[in-house]
């Protein structure tokens, strides 16, 4: 499956953005999918991930804030983020992994074998 994330962009503290990553090819509906992101000179970190059967996991830092979704007739997954902030800013990708376990989500980014691009998101203060 090929992963495009796109819907970044720049924004003052406070502010929202929506992300997408549109899958193409096969359908996702089996796929656990993830955001993760990467700001300059630190790890690529989790930030939410939905497994198929829609179980969620954020990571604390955007719990309240963010929110997971798919639309698996789209092939589409969604962030929604509110009140950004600039702590927030980093490349943000969507990553996809053949789903296969209830009430889990993975983590890691070893624990995902496909990934988009990536799309920046800059937080001003």
């Known amino acids: 499956v090929q992963l495009q994330a796109y819907g970044g962009g720049l924004v003052q503290a406070g502010g929202f953005l929506r992300l997408s990553c549109a899958a193409s090819?096969?359908?996702?509906?089996?796929?656990?999918m993830a955001w993760f992101r990467q700001a300059p000179g630190k790890d690529r970190e989790f930030v939410v991930g939905?497994?198929?059967?829609?179980?969620?996991d954020y990571a604390d830092t955007v719990k309240g804030r963010f929110t997971i979704s798919r639309d698996n007739t789209k092939k589409t997954v969604y962030l929604q983020m509110n009140s950004l902030k600039p702590e927030d800013s980093a490349i943000y990708y969507c990553a996809a992994t053949w789903g296969s376990r209830s009430y889990y989500i993975g983590a890691r980014p070893d624990e995902f074998d496909y990934w988009g691009q990536g799309t920046l998101v800059t937080v001003s203060s």
């Open positions: 939905i497994n198929r059967e829609g179980y969620t």
């Open positions: 090819g096969r359908t996702i509906s089996n796929y656990d």
